[in-house]
C-alpha cells in the first residue's frame, strides 16, 4: 500500500478503450524494427518490453465447499496453471503497460468446481513535470466465486457450478505537487461494474456499479513524516431490486485524517481514522454512521527480515438479506530470507463481519486464516514452493460454519 497517495485498484476497462489499445499496441509493434533481445526476464520487441510468466500449483483441499461442520465435505486434489503475460512500452517520462492472464483450475474429484479465468489490465504511469502526474488502470475481468463463497455460503449445493462474474472499470489519480514538495494533492475518480452470469431468481439483484471520486492532501510536518487528510464518496446502483419499493442502493461518504511516517530506515508506517456515512436511498433501510480506521506499521529489524501489522475497518455489500455488512479485520505477517536462495512467510488474518439489517437477517462472523509458506529460488528464472493454509469461521448461523486446510506446492517460471 502506498503510504500517501491512492492505491489504484483494478476495477475494469470498456470495450472501445480495451480496442483502441490494442490498435495503438500493434502499430507500435509494425512501425518498430524487430529487434529480440532476452535480458532479467524480458523480451525486448521494438519499443515493447514482453515480460511473460507462468504460475502454477498442485493442492489438496480438504473441505473444497466451504461446507459447515455438520455437512458432509467433499476433499480433492486441485491443479491451477496460470500463464500471464506483461506488455511495457516508455516513451518519454511516461509508461504504457497491458497484461493477460488466464488461470484454469481442475479438481480431481468434483468436476463441479472447475473454472477458467481471465484478466485484462491495462495502465499507464504519466510525468507531466516535476509537479504533475497522472496514474490509471482500466481492467476487465472474467472471475468466479468458489462454490460455499460470498452468496452461496451455507448453500452451496444450490450450485452444480462455480458462480461466473464480469466485472470491468477504471481508476484514475491526479497527482500535484512535486515529490520534495512540502505538499501534495491527489484527486481521484473511478467506476466500475459488477455483473454476474446467473441471472435467474434472487441471482438477477446483484449486479451493481461503483462511482467513487475523492481526494487526499498531504503535508509535510518535519523529517519522513507527513499529515494526511482524505476525503471520498462513493454512489453504489443496483440494476435490479427485489423490492423495487425497497432497493440496496446507497451513497457512501467518508473524512479520514492521520499521519504517514518512516521514523528509521527500519521503521516506517500509517495511522488515519474518521468518520463514515452510509445513506440508503429507500426510506425502510437504517442508515449507517461510525468510526473508520486504516492502520499499518512496517519494521524491518534485518534487510532480509520484515514484520508488518496493520488494522482497518470499513463496510462492504451484503451477500444475504441483510442491509450491509460492516467488517473489521487484523493483520500480521513476517517475511523473512534465511539463505540467498530460501525464504519464509507467515500471514495471520483475524477478520469480523457483523451483518446488519433486519434481525432475521442479523449475523456475526469471526474468520481466522493462517497461511505458512516456503520459496526455493532454484534459478533466477525458477521458483519451487510449499504452501499450508488454514481457515475457519464461527457464526451465529451454523450452517455457515466451517474449517478448511489446503495443502499445496507451488512453481513459478520466468525467462
Do not use: C
Not at 500517501?4 to 489499445?21: A, G, L
Not at 459447515?68 to 503497460?97: C, K, Q, Y
Not at 497491458?98 to 510525468?127: K, P, Q
Not at 528464472?381 to 448461523?397: A, C, E
Amino acid at each position: 500500500m502506498d503510504l500517501e497517495r491512492f492505491s489504484i485498484k483494478t476495477p475494469i476497462m470498456r470495450d472501445n478503450m480495451i480496442k483502441r489499445t490494442y490498435g495503438v499496441i500493434a502499430l507500435t509493434i509494425a512501425i518498430s524494427p524487430p529487434v529480440f533481445t532476452q535480458e532479467d526476464g524480458r523480451i525486448q520487441l521494438g519499443n515493447f518490453d514482453l515480460i511473460p510468466e507462468l504460475n502454477s500449483q498442485l493442492s489438496y483441499i480438504d473441505n473444497v465447499t466451504y461446507a459447515s461442520d455438520g455437512e458432509e465435505s467433499i476433499s480433492s486434489w486441485r491443479s491451477i496453471v496460470a500463464p500471464e503475460l506483461n506488455a511495457i512500452t516508455r516513451f518519454s517520462t511516461h509508461e504504457l503497460g497491458l497484461a493477460y492472464r488466464i488461470e484454469r483450475g481442475d479438481y480431481f474429484d468434483s468436476d463441479a468446481d472447475n473454472y477458467t479465468d481471465h484478466l485484462i489490465r491495462l495502465y499507464g504511469d504519466f510525468e507531466f513535470g516535476s509537479r504533475h502526474r497522472f496514474d490509471a488502470i482500466a481492467t476487465y475481468e472474467d472471475g468466479h466465486d468458489e462454490r460455499g463463497r460470498r452468496y452461496s455460503n451455507g448453500n452451496a449445493r444450490s450450485l452444480t457450478e462455480v458462480d461466473t462474474w464480469n466485472n470491468s472499470g477504471i481508476d484514475g489519480v491526479y497527482s500535484f505537487g512535486a515529490l520534495s514538495a512540502r505538499g501534495r494533492l491527489d484527486l481521484k475518480a473511478g467506476y466500475s461494474s459488477l455483473d454476474y452470469d446467473k441471472g435467474i431468481g434472487t441471482y438477477l439483484f446483484r449486479d451493481r456499479d461503483y462511482t467513487d471520486i475523492g481526494a487526499a492532501f498531504a503535508y509535510k510536518i518535519g523529517g519522513h513524516a507527513r499529515a494526511v487528510i482524505e476525503i471520498g464518496t462513493t454512489d453504489i446502483s443496483y440494476d435490479n431490486a427485489a423490492d423495487p419499493s425497497n432497493p440496496l442502493d446507497s451513497v457512501e461518504q467518508s473524512v479520514m485524517a492521520g499521519v504517514t511516517w518512516r521514523a528509521s530506515a527500519t521503521t516506517k508506517g500509517f495511522a488515519k481514522a474518521g468518520y463514515k456515512e452510509k445513506d440508503f436511498d429507500s426510506a425502510l433501510r437504517e442508515d449507517f454512521s461510525g468510526a473508520e480506521w486504516e492502520v499499518g506499521v512496517k519494521w524491518s529489524p534485518l534487510t532480509y527480515s520484515h514484520f508488518e501489522l496493520a488494522t482497518s475497518t470499513d463496510t462492504r455489500e451484503t451477500t444475504s438479506d441483510a442491509d450491509f455488512i460492516e467488517t473489521r479485520d487484523y493483520r500480521a505477517t513476517w517475511n523473512h530470507e534465511w539463505v540467498e536462495r530460501f525464504s519464509t512467510k507467515t500471514a495471520f488474518v483475524y477478520f469480523q463481519d457483523e451483518y446488519v439489517g433486519p434481525p432475521t437477517a442479523e449475523r456475526t462472523d469471526d474468520v481466522t486464516r493462517v497461511d505458512l509458506s516456503a520459496d526455493y529460488q532454484f534459478r533466477r528464472w525458477l521458483l519451487f514452493g510449499i504452501f499450508y493454509q488454514f481457515s475457519n469461521r464461527d457464526s451465529d448461523r451454523e450452517d455457515v460454519t466451517f474449517d478448511r486446510n489446503v495443502y499445496g506446492i507451488s512453481a513459478r517460471v520466468t525467462l
